[in-house]
């Protein structure tokens, strides 16, 4: 049960992240000003290279959350989602200190929920429940 939790939570903040790259990559100048209100709006359309850039590097954390989800293997699932959740976090992290604070409420704690829940889940085998 906390592994299928595990699993929807991954996929939750992997579409988030598909979210962000649209908007950072094409709708900065319209949406930008909404989101990043204290951002004076004269900065959003000289920014739109930097946002656009900043958006590919979501869309890489949204497919590495999603081929996560794909992998059958329990060890490397673990794995590949735990690396895919710490960029998000540390992401989080970094964007809350340099850009919004709401950051951390939006990327860090998911993904810090979603960290526990993947090493905390247990499988059953034959059984007997391990949590490797």
């Not at 709708?27 to 209100?37: D, E, L």
Request: net charge positive.
């Amino acid at each position: 049960m906390i592994k299928i939790l595990a699993k929807v939570l991954i996929a939750l903040i992997a579409l988030l992240h598909v979210y962000i790259c649209w908007f950072e990559m094409f709708a900065w100048t319209t949406r930008g000003p909404v989101v990043f209100s204290s951002m004076p709006v004269e900065l959003f359309e000289p920014t739109t290279v930097l946002a656009a850039n900043q958006g590919i590097y979501n869309l890489f954390l949204a497919l590495g959350l999603f081929w996560s989800l794909l992998i059958k293997d329990r060890i490397w699932w673990r794995r590949v989602a735990t690396c895919f959740l710490l960029f998000v976090a540390i992401a989080g992290i970094v964007g809350a200190a340099t850009a919004a604070v709401k950051i951390l409420a939006v990327q860090t704690i998911p993904a810090a929920v979603a960290l526990f829940l993947v090493h905390f889940s247990k499988e059953t085998h034959n059984g007997h429940a391990y949590t490797n």
